[in-house]
Nanobody, 116 residues
Framework: QVQLVESGGGLVQPGGSLRLSCTAS????????MGWYRQAPGKQRELVAD????????SYVDSVKGRFTISRDNYKNTVYLQMNSLKPEDTAVYYC?????????WGQGTQVTVSS
């Protein structure tokens, strides 16, 4: 049994910053690619950023390039998303995803609201 637990969401003003964390726990033998997705009301879930197991390849959706940074700490089984210069259009539920023991797993989601 494995699980992903996210934290760090909240309400922030435009231009502000937040840092999301997601920690994997349970019977973990292999921890592969990890990523962050988001889903805004009435929209499809989209990939925001992901990072390979060794951290050698990072990818970002165009709308967050230069503002968001993904990183991971394999000793802590944790992936982070540093979000700077937040915009109202970044408002969404953010979900962590990780390939654990070859299987895709999802976190429960954390709300990020960017509003003045």
């Amino acid at each position: 049994q494995v699980q992903l637990v996210e934290s760090g969401g909240g309400l922030v003003q435009p231009g502000g910053s937040l840092r999301l964390s997601c920690t994997a726990s349970g019977s973990i033998f292999t921890l592969g690619i990890m990523g962050w997705y988001r889903q805004a009301p009435g929209k499809q879930r989209e990939l925001v950023a992901d990072i390979t197991s060794g951290g050698g390849r990072l990818s970002y959706v165009d709308s967050v390039k230069g503002r968001f940074t993904i990183s991971r700490d394999n000793y802590k089984n944790t992936v982070y998303l540093q979000m700077n210069s937040l915009k109202p259009e970044d408002t969404a539920v953010y979900y962590c995803n990780a390939r654990i023991n070859g299987v895709s797993n999802w976190g429960q989601g954390t709300q990020v609201t960017v509003s003045s």
